[in-house]
């Protein structure tokens, strides 16, 4: 069995059969209900746990979907309405969830819950977004990329806003998949540097560039996320609204970039905010195959973790 904890601590030829997995998944969909190739059901019988200690719509929907149509059987469970959130250890609960279901989703606040259930469950864990990471989400990008453009590797990703979990998980995809990509946003707000250097050390470019018009020049993606994200203070709404909007990436930013360019946003996204109606809905996005194949590279990374 496998944990899909994160982008970096995974193998690279690994990450590169999940994708080429997913890809696979969604052929044999073809409009069909049950969606793997050849009808297979590798979680016949088994039962899947999807925490939240956060909101979600995309999360939630695309495993409970993903889990039914390999066979398997979903138990959504609230953080706050569990002894978790109440006391009992997250060792504890790793252990007695173990004896009950097959695989944990867990979409929670600091890394360490994510790391801790990793360390005492005896079945695969899977990162559904912390406050550092968002993995899942950065592999359905990268089969949303190639399904638009062929290979990644090679190409330049340019990220606006703010250096959250979404762009770390992206800065991990960067080293492992191979391509290059451009950090465009307030001093305040920079990735984390360690990811910096590991993305580099890898081969791969990393640029922090604080003009945005200049960051997008030759960009292959155009990528932004939320200016505040779940675990962000209300508090700090204001500042870094102010902070960040030279980031908006809008229309003027997307001719900038060119025409080839890909936009792309994790969702939920506000609209107006870090990103224009114009651009969401405009010929360059690709928000909504994006956030569809959440369903399809989320099922090849629980194959994976059942060891398939
Ligand atoms: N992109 C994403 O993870 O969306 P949700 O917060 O709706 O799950
Ligand atoms: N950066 C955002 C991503 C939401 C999917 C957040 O953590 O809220």
New binding site residues.
């Given amino acids: 069995m496998n944990h899909f904890l994160d982008i970096h601590k995974t193998d690279k030829d690994q990450l590169r059969a999940i994708i080429d997995e997913a890809k696979a998944i969604k052929s044999a969909r073809n409009g069909r209900p049950k969606a793997m190739p050849d009808d297979e059901t590798p979680l016949d019988g088994r039962m899947v746990a999807l925490i939240f200690e956060?909101p979600s719509t995309?999360?939630r929907v695309s495993f409970d979907v993903g889990v039914r149509q390999m066979g398997g059987q979903t138990m959504v469970l609230s953080g706050s309405d569990m002894q978790l959130g109440h006391g009992e250890t997250i060792a504890d609960t790793a252990r007695v969830l173990s004896r009950f279901v097959d695989m944990i989703m867990i979409r929670t606040f600091d890394e360490s819950v994510l790391e801790e259930m990793s360390d005492y469950a005896t079945v695969p864990v899977i990162n559904g977004?912390t406050?550092r990471t968002?993995p899942c989400?950065i592999m359905a990008d990268i089969l949303t990329f190639e399904e638009h453009r062929g290979p990644i590797a090679g190409k330049k990703v340019v990220w606006c806003g703010?250096g959250?979990?979404?762009c770390a998980s992206f800065l991990h995809a960067a080293g492992q998949f191979g391509f290059d990509l451009t950090f465009t946003g307030p001093v305040q707000l920079d990735p984390e540097m360690e990811f910096v250097g590991l993305a580099r050390n890898q081969g791969s470019t990393i640029t922090i560039e604080r003009d945005p018009f200049k960051a997008v020049e030759g960009a292959d993606l155009v990528v932004a996320?939320?200016w505040v994200?779940?675990?962000d203070a209300q508090s700090a709404r204001e500042r870094r609204h102010n902070m960040l909007r030279p980031y908006q990436v809008n229309e003027a930013l997307m001719e900038a970039a060119g025409k080839d360019a890909l936009f792309m946003h994790?969702?939920?996204a506000h609209r107006g905010e870090e990103v224009t109606s114009e651009v969401m809905d405009g010929p360059q996005s690709v928000i909504w195959d994006e956030a569809e194949n959440r369903l399809h590279a989320q099922k090849a990374i629980m194959r994976w973790c059942i060891g398939g």
Wanted: hydrophobic share 20%.
């Fill in positions: 956060k995309r999360t977004l406050d968002h989400q703010d959250n979990n979404v996320d939320t994200s779940m675990h994790c969702l939920p």
